[in-house]
Each structure stands twice: as C-alpha cells, then as structure tokens.
C-alpha cells in the first residue's frame, strides 16, 4: 500500500517537469519558424570540408613571416565534390584562411556552376575539437561530482539550448533584450536549480536569490549606462548591428544589457546555491536557531563568497581588454583619453554591475533562506512539543489509576 502510494506521488510530482518541458518543445518549434531577411547574398556558396593533401605554393618568406596566398590541394570529404582533389588558395590574413600543412583538415567555401569550381579555404575545421574538449569538460564533471555532476550538466546544457535556441530567435523578431534575458534567466536557473536541489525550499531561495541578483544587475548596468551615456550602440560591432536594426526592428541598443546578464548569471547564481545549501547544513547541524540566528549565520558566510565572486566578474571583463589596455600603452595614450573611450567604459560598466549583482544577491538570498528554510523546523519544533505534552497528559492520566491499582 505504501508502495504504491509512493509511486502515486512520484508521479504526481513529474507531471509538472514533463508538461513544462513539452510546453517549452513547442515554443521553442514555434519561434524558430522564422524567415530570416537575407544581409548577404550566399547563394550557390556553400562551406565543406576536406584535408590539404599537398602544398603546391607556399607563401613563407625567409623571416618566417606569411604574404600572399598559399596554393594547396584539397581532397573534399563533403558536398558535391567529394572524394575529388581540387586547386584551391589559403590566403595569410588571421582572420580568414589557415597556415596549411599536409594532413590538415580544413573548411573550403565552395561554389559551383556547371563544371566551373571556385574555392578558396576558409579556416582550419575545428569542429571535432570543440566537440571533443565539450565532452571531456561534461565528463570531468561527472566523474568527480557523480550525481550531482550529471545534473549540473544536464542544467548547463539546458542553459545553452535556451541561449541559442530561445533567447536569439526572439531577440531577432524584435522582442526586448532585457525582459527576454530576464526570463532567460529566471527559467534556467529554475531548471538548472531543480535538477541539482529537486522540489525543495533550497531550490526555491536559490532561484529567488539569483533572480534578484541578475535583476539588480540589470539595474545597476542600465543606471550605469545612463549616467555614462553608454549603451549597446557604442560597441565596436556596431556597424553591423545597425543593418539588424534597419532590416528587422531589432533592439540593438539593449543588447549589450542581454549579454551582461547572461555572463553574470553564473556568478550570481553560484553565489545564491552556495549560501542557500550553507545555511541548511547551519540548520540541520541545529535546529534551535533562531530567524535571526541563522540570518546572521548566512550574512558570515555570504561576505566570504562576495570577494572572490565578485572579483571573478571583475577580471573577466578586464582579461578581454588587455589587448585594448597593451595597444594604448603602446600608442601612449593619455589616461583622460583611456578612461573616457567607449570600449574601457563598456568593460568596467559590464565587470562592475555583474558584481553589483553578485553582492546584493547575498543578502536578499539569505534573507529568504531565513524566512522560508526556517519554517519547516519551526514546524517540527512544533511537533515535538505537542507529542511532548501529549505524552506528559498520558503519564498524567495514568498515574492515578497505577497508584490505585497499587492501593
């Protein structure tokens, strides 16, 4: 009978994840059927793979340095000339092209027109490795977490999916950056949550801990950007952001907020479980803590974790401005100069409003932890002290009659 009653509410309990996860197959479907208003004319090009099988023409002068183009054969392994060993260039930009060797497996842009073939090699085809460096980042994360790996990484790539699959699509029909990513937000850390905590109060605080974080932050970047006078038009990518905008509406001025949010969730989010499974363990180690006791118990621990998450975003954002910072050194700018360009102002908007984030997310989540991780113990308290006098009215009861059965 218990059996089944267990079964019966485990049941129960995944008709929620099974009815939200169909829900979100069928919009993600729906506002993927979107067709796209061309910027470049692609037709008759297509990118295939193939392996240099000799370098007819190097381009490597004395100095080791590459000028011109080098010319190589490639031996297709995709498209309409597979199997077939073509002519083709690599030029030496560091953009576009590769240094090739024999053996290298590149990508070659194609196209074809009757029996005229014109190629030229894209880049070197790093499709395998990224797949490959993915995978042994997920297993890592199995191994040494176990379960909780493999949740973590069933929530990182739900996180992903969403990005790409969610996020973009509705970004490009023009929707607002900020309240998508938000939502964004909210819902992958509600998943990514429940598939490390499960249905549990912890869970809760965290979302709720990490949602006011990533909220803030937004606050923090839009007033910081106001009072700047920087926004999502002053990126370096700007010039082909604005064919997006003068072609399909969308909001390229809020997008550099969408991608803030995005870095700091992590952070954030970290932050939020950390403190939240911190003050549990206080809890279940002592149960008598009070609201306040265990407020301050998570406020000890939480200012531990702030320096160093915060310092996490912080350099981040600086590490991709230190070819910035290298090249005005090496120009000699002035500081005035330096710290008044729109590149070093958007770095230390988005480092600075991640870490507002990080910090006011502490104490807003052990606020709710205190609140909300408290109520079941006080209820068992409860508990125990009605079965307490419970017992204490059944002794009661029962001496009298003991003493006069002694009688």
Request: net charge neutral; glycine share 10%; hydrophobic share 45%.
């Amino acid at each position: 009978m218990k059996s089944k009653r267990f079964m019966a509410g485990k049941w129960r309990r995944g008709i929620v994840p099974a009815l939200f996860l169909v829900i979100l197959i069928l919009f993600t479907v729906k506002i993927n059927q979107t067709e796209k208003i061309p910027l470049v004319e692609t037709a008759g090009y297509t990118f295939e793979k193939g392996v240099v099988t000799q370098i007819l023409e190097d381009n490597i002068d004395e100095n080791g340095t590459r000028v011109g183009e080098q010319k190589i054969m490639v031996r297709m392994t995709t498209g309409e000339k597979k199997g077939q060993e073509l002519e083709t260039t690599s030029s030496a930009g560091y953009l576009f092209g590769a240094a090739c060797t024999v053996g290298m497996h590149v990508v070659v842009m194609q196209s074809v027109s009757g029996d005229t073939v014109i190629t030229t090699v894209y880049a070197q085809d790093r499709e395998m490795a990224v797949y490959i460096f993915a995978a042994l980042y997920l297993l890592a994360l199995i191994v040494i977490g176990g379960k909780k790996g493999l949740r973590g990484a069933l929530g990182l790539v739900f996180t992903f999916v969403c990005v790409i699959l969610i996020e973009i699509p509705l970004l490009y029909r023009g929707y607002s950056p900020y309240l998508v990513t938000i939502v964004i937000c909210v819902v992958t850390t509600l998943v990514t949550m429940y598939f490390i905590g499960g249905a549990t109060r912890k869970t809760v605080c965290a979302t709720l801990g990490t949602t006011a974080g990533v909220v803030i932050a937004s606050i923090a970047a839009k007033l910081f950007g106001m009072a700047t006078g920087l926004s999502g038009w002053n990126v370096s990518t700007i010039e082909s952001l604005l064919d997006l905008w003068y072609t399909g509406g969308i909001q390229v001025g809020e997008l550099l907020f969408s991608g803030l949010l995005i870095s700091a969730l992590g952070a954030v989010m970290d932050v939020a479980m950390s403190v939240t499974s911190s003050m549990q363990e206080v809890l279940v180690q002592n149960p008598k803590l009070t609201r306040r006791e265990l407020f301050r118990s998570g406020m000890r621990v939480g200012r531990d974790m702030m320096g160093t998450d915060s310092n996490t975003l912080i350099l981040a954002f600086a590490g991709t401005s230190i070819s910035t910072l290298l090249l005005d050194c090496a120009y000699d700018l002035p500081y005035r100069q330096i710290i008044n360009s729109n590149i070093i102002g958007l770095d230390i908007m988005q480092g600075l409003s991640g870490s507002f984030g990080v910090v006011l997310a502490v104490p807003v989540t052990v606020l709710v932890g205190s609140l909300l991780l408290r109520a079941p113990q006080e209820a068992k308290a409860e508990e125990a002290v009605h079965k307490e006098e419970k017992t204490a009215a059944v002794e009661e009861t029962a001496t009298p009659v003991l003493e006069q059965k002694i009688v």
